[in-house]
């Protein structure tokens, strides 16, 4: 599966998440309040995602262990 291919499933599921949730929402006093909340949740959580995957796609910082002569090398 390619990268593009993974965010565009990803996205798809968490817009199938979010309108299945605004449209059933789950037991709750206040509908319209509920439905906002879950829209709510719903994008700042594929923000979260999809933040992270592509800062892992191209990382822009990569390691550089150096570590001193006298780690590698022990002085007897």
């Given at each position: 599966?390619?990268?593009?291919a ?5 996205t798809l ?7 299945l ?7 709750v ?12 949740a ?13 800062s ?12 001193p002569?006298e780690?590698?090398?022990?002085k007897e």
């Amino acid at each position: 599966m390619s990268k593009v291919a993974a965010l565009g499933w990803g996205t798809l599921v968490y817009l199938g998440v979010g309108l299945l949730l605004a449209i059933y929402p789950p037991i709750v006093s206040d509908k319209p309040l509920g439905r906002v909340c879950f829209i709510t949740a719903s994008v700042c959580l594929w923000l979260l995602w999809i933040t992270c995957y592509m800062s892992q796609m191209n990382p822009m910082a990569y390691p550089d262990p150096q570590l001193p002569a006298e780690v590698i090398v022990p002085k007897e």
